[in-house]
């Protein structure tokens, strides 16, 4: 290819290169022109130019980081990490009323604890990932990578609940989104009897699957909320009922599939020695801990959370964040 500038009389001359997108994504990204201006250079509409960016991100031609001093709003962010012993404490923007959206401050915070993940992985390292929503969004705010030696662990039990946001589909969306190595657990989330748990811990599969969660170096998680309108994510509808006697005990909140109280303690109750998956115990023995959760509704279990013991670092919203620092529990 010459060395005189592309424009609108030169579309011609591009049109022989197979991958528009990429030309697309030079032109805007690193000659930095304007849409209308790599429009009329490939002979093109803006619509279309829009739509290459779009998919030039999807594929991971060009990723947009947000440097994590910009999620650090210096102030908040230290208070929050002393009051909590955490290595760092990561503010999304804060979600109105009046933008009106329920959904937003889950994106939101996806999009950040996404930042947060990629700025962790290392070469060959163990990734353990829980389920839920926000889990979801934070999938759905990876770029695509293709890092073959990173392995991404199921560190829940697997369900037959919201196939979106179920454990298995979670690890499996982040691990196809990283180009990483999947490992689903091949076990359910909650079995009938403690007799079932302690032959399925048996199993050789099974074993070598635990193996995986405890080595890795990092998980990242959310937190359920109790409420009246509370679900796991079991289609079978073990949970539900035990939810609300837990409720009546005390409990505070959800993490990695286990209820605890107020001070972050695990509550003993029905589903005791029903459940296959990682422990509190375990939780707290990865050295580094994401978790990613906002909103008054998780108030109550993230500061459970947090109080336990169980984060490292956490990715939340301002309000959450001076919630938090409010509350005198």
């Not at 490939?42 to 960016?53: D, E, F, H, K, P």
Request: glycine share 8%.
């Amino acid at each position: 290819m010459s060395d005189k500038q592309i424009d609108g009389s030169d579309a011609e001359n591009v049109r022989f290169v197979e991958d528009t997108t990429a030309w697309a994504t030079w032109l805007y990204y690193a000659e930095s022109r304007t849409q209308a201006e790599v429009a009329k250079a490939l002979g093109v509409s803006r619509a279309s130019v829009a739509n290459y960016l779009a998919d030039a991100r999807r594929r991971g031609l060009v990723t947009i980081s947000l440097a994590p001093d910009l999620l650090e709003q210096a102030n908040l962010s230290q208070r929050l990490a002393a009051r909590f012993g955490l290595k760092g404490a990561f503010i999304a923007p804060h979600v109105s009323e009046e933008d009106g959206d329920p959904t937003l401050l889950r994106k939101r915070l996806g999009i950040a604890g996404a930042q947060i993940l990629l700025s962790r992985l290392r070469k060959d390292m163990t990734l353990g990932v829980a389920w839920g929503r926000t889990m979801l969004e934070l999938a759905n705010a990876l770029p695509e990578r293709s890092q073959e030696s990173l392995r991404v662990v199921q560190v829940s039990g697997s369900s037959l609940g919201d196939d979106a946001s179920s454990p298995e589909a979670c690890t499996l969306f982040i691990a196809n989104r990283l180009g990483a190595r999947c490992h689903n657990f091949h076990a359910p989330a909650v079995v009938t009897t403690p007799e079932l748990r302690t032959a399925l811990l048996q199993e050789p599969s099974l074993k070598r699957h635990f193996e995986r969660v405890h080595s890795c170096s990092t998980v990242v998680f959310g937190v359920g909320e109790l409420n009246d309108e509370t679900r796991w994510a079991d289609g079978n509808n073990l949970i539900q009922p035990s939810a609300e006697d837990y409720m009546k005990a005390g409990a505070a909140g959800i993490v990695i599939g286990r209820f605890i109280d107020a001070q972050g303690d695990a509550l003993e109750g029905a589903l005791s020695g029903l459940q296959i998956g990682m422990e509190l115990q375990d939780l707290k023995a990865v050295p580094e801990r994401i978790c990613v959760a906002g909103g008054d509704e998780k108030l109550d279990a993230l500061h459970a959370c947090l109080t336990g013991g169980y984060v490292t670092d956490l990715v939340t919203d301002k309000a959450t964040a001076d919630r938090l620092l409010r509350e005198d529990k």
